[in-house]
């Protein structure tokens, strides 16, 4: 069974700039989550879907937002970028919602010059 | 406002002994605890989790053992191993957010051969 996938891996914006980053969970999970992880913030939860609908937000202002297709896949967009947006991005998923267990991704590396 | 907290940025252990990771929570609505780890360049991996309901719980040479009046979890690795050097974190959830996992800063884990 393939895992999760994230695309892209590595990217490169400037200040100002949006990005989408993707996601394909892993076949027959319809839960998808993205967490941001920093060196000095940690592991930071940004949001939750199932079924195309959101469920949970973190603490994080409106420049960042998500979505969810038909099929299961995510995708987060950053907009206005700013210098400490700089980090990993991860997205998991797992079979149902509420549940702790999940399946990461390698993650994509976001990198804001 | 840190809700859960891994005191030790590291731990070194000899292969064959035991290494015991610690995590501390200050959030009462959190009734569900879990470790992951983490190797470079790959994304965290489940490890083991507890309900609040126990006060441990085993998996293999994995023990996660929970204090709830203390706050406090601790996972238990014997032996431990050279492959089981990697990043730990422990997560929790509950409440309304089961879905959302706060996640502790990590200990780095050593295990020397």
């Known amino acids: 069974k393939a895992g999760v996938t994230q695309t892209p891996r590595y990217l490169i914006k400037t200040r100002g700039q949006q990005v989408t980053l993707s996601c394909s969970p892993i076949?027959?999970?319809?839960?998808v989550s993205w967490y941001q992880q920093t060196p000095g913030q940690g592991l930071q939860f940004l949001f939750e879907y199932f079924s195309e609908t959101q469920r949970n937000k973190g603490n994080f202002p409106g420049r960042f937002s998500g979505r969810q297709f038909s099929n299961s896949r995510s995708e987060m967009n950053v907009s206005t970028l700013e210098l400490g947006d700089s980090a990993l991005y991860l997205c998991a998923s797992s079979p149902y919602p509420n549940t702790g267990e999940l399946f990461f991704g390698e993650g994509s590396r976001l990198t804001v010059l | 406002d840190q809700q859960v907290k891994q005191n030790s940025p590291s731990l070194s252990v000899q292969e064959g002994r035991i290494s015991i990771l610690n995590c501390d929570y200050t959030?009462?609505?959190?009734?569900?605890f879990l470790w992951y780890k983490k190797y470079p360049a790959e994304g965290p991996t489940f490890l083991i989790s507890i309900s609040s309901i126990k006060d441990k719980n085993e998996d293999g040479r994995f023990t996660v053992f929970l204090n709830k009046s203390a706050k406090h979890l601790s996972l238990h690795i014997v032996p431990s191993q050279p492959g089981d050097s990697a990043v730990y974190f422990c997560a929790a959830s509950g409440g309304t957010s089961y879905g959302k996992l706060t996640f502790g800063q990590g200990t780095i884990l050593t295990v020397h051969p």
């Open positions: 959030n009462s609505m959190f009734d569900y």
């Open positions: 076949s027959g999970h319809r839960s």
